[in-house]
């Protein structure tokens, strides 16, 4: 008898948990939520919408929430989506740095101030590869051959030349004292690819996010000489040094997470808010996040806001000394 009453506590109490987001807030969504990803399906941002309908339904927080993949057009294609929805919380878009380059760069007419900036879920650290042969070492070995000729070596990145990767190994370049706007940069369709061709001596320097240097580790063939994390990373690329430890005091990521149509209500905006939150403090997202070498980094609307501001005076500085900027 006392193990139903304790079961039935176990499971009152869940029930509060769960739909303890939709008391405190005054609207909850009214139909079916679309979350629509500006890549396809399988990648990176892909993998991480799918954990936040898992997880949202898990919670019972939201059962009727459907992804879609609508990459191309420098984040175009997505973003038509939340145009045509102004002040529906019901749309919701994968909020990527990108955002940021593409505006700079003249390739996307709009800029996260056009949007709802919702959450920001985690950062995503940039690396360096090189291969197992390259008479590259270190960090140390790479600014100095480049300071030496900058066009010298050929850096690979995924997948678009000006966007976070691209940044990613420029700003430590440039800290240092590489005229980086004279690198010889290819862009290929994905990190997969430039790391393949790496492997086969067509290019000197991989630049790759976390979730491709896992991939780059179980390849004897291959070694990470760098990553821009603040501190060192843990798991599998826990004996990688970053730029800071080799003399370069720079950290190199870009972050993501949720935004929303124009004109969102702020009981639409306290919802997702506190939704987000709530998959953020769970133990499930946390250990997706350590399986993908990603850093949990929550921050509400203000704080992304804010951090967005200055992400991209930061990034238009670096663009803008590669001669990219518009």
Known sequence: MKKIALKMLITACGLIAATSIHAQSSWQPTSTVEFIVPAGAGAALDTAARQLQNLLAKENIVKNF??????????????????QHPGDGNYLMTLTTS???????????????????????????????????????????????????????????????????????????????????????????????????????????????????????KNDKLRIIAIGSPERMGG?????????????DVSTSSVQGVMGPKNMTPSQIEFWAKALQK???????????????????????????????QEYASIKSVLSKLGLAK
């Not at 459907?66 to 145009?83: C, E, H, K, S």
């Not at 007419?109 to 090189?130: C, H, K, M, Q, W």
């Not at 946390?286 to 501001?309: H, I, M, S, V």
């Open 236 to 248: 599998a690329l826990s004996n990688i040094p970053t730029w800071k430890e080799q003399g370069v």
């Open 99 to 217: 955002i940021i380059n593409n505006h700079i760069l003249g390739s996307l007419n709009r800029s996260y101030e056009d949007y709802t900036p919702i959450a920001l879920l985690f950062r995503e650290y940039v690396g360096v590869v090189v291969r197992a042969d390259s008479p590259i070492k270190n960090g140390a070995d790479l600014i100095r051959i480049m300071k030496e000729n900058p066009n010298k070596l050929h850096i690979g990145v995924a997948t678009s030349v000006g966007n976070h990767i691209h940044v990613g190994i420029a700003s430590p370049l440039q800290k240092a004292g590489v005229a980086i706007e004279n690198l010889s940069v290819i862009p290929f369709k994905s990190s997969g690819i430039s790391i393949t061709q790496l492997l086969g001596g067509h290019i000197d320097v991989v630049a790759a996010t976390t979730p491709n240097l896992i991939n780059a580790l």
């Open 279 to 309: 998959i953020n403090d769970s133990k499930e997202w946390q250990t997706f996040l350590e399986q993908n070498q990603w850093k949990p980094f929550f921050y509400g609307p203000k704080e992304t806001r804010a951090l967005l501001d």
């Open 66 to 83: 459907v992804i879609t993949n609508r990459p191309g057009g420098n984040l175009a294609v997505g973003l038509n989506v939340l145009d």
